[in-house]
């Protein structure tokens, strides 16, 4: 079984950062995507950003491009994602998810394509 625990969330003024950070431990596999997701109160979970083992393709949703980056240190097995320009919009519960993938460069984007998840640490951006 794997573990994922996320950190790093809080509550931050409009225009702030946050950096996120999610470990993966337990049963030990690879290569596997890694992403985030996020979900508001009364809607549904959606993608934000996502990484492929190799690190080399990454994906963002339109909401977020060119203020988050996600990143990946393989080493540590840990993921992060570095929230910039935070806008109250971007309040939401934000999950950590990976999964084994057939090829270190596979990008996994969709909810479903996801066998593992963290519990969630809110963020929380005030305006």
């Known amino acids: 079984q794997v573990q994922l625990v996320e950190s790093g969330g809080g509550l931050v003024q409009a225009g702030g950062s946050l950096r996120l950070a999610c470990a993966a431990s337990g049963r030990s596999f690879a290569p596997y995507g890694m992403g985030w997701f996020r979900q508001a109160p009364g809607k549904e979970r959606q993608s934000v950003a996502a990484?492929?083992?190799?690190?080399?393709?990454?994906y963002y949703a339109d909401s977020v491009k060119g203020r988050f980056t996600i990143s990946r240190d393989n080493a540590k097995d840990t993921v992060f994602l570095q929230m910039n320009s935070l806008k109250p919009e971007d309040t939401a519960v934000y999950y950590c998810?990976?999964?084994?993938?057939?090829?270190?460069?596979?990008?996994?984007?969709?909810?479903?394509?996801?066998?593992?998840w963290g519990q969630g640490t809110q963020v929380t951006v005030s305006s």
């Open positions: 998810a990976a999964t084994e993938t057939s090829l270190p460069t596979t990008l996994v984007v969709t909810t479903r394509g996801y066998n593992y």
């Open positions: 990484i492929s083992w190799s690190g080399g393709r990454t």
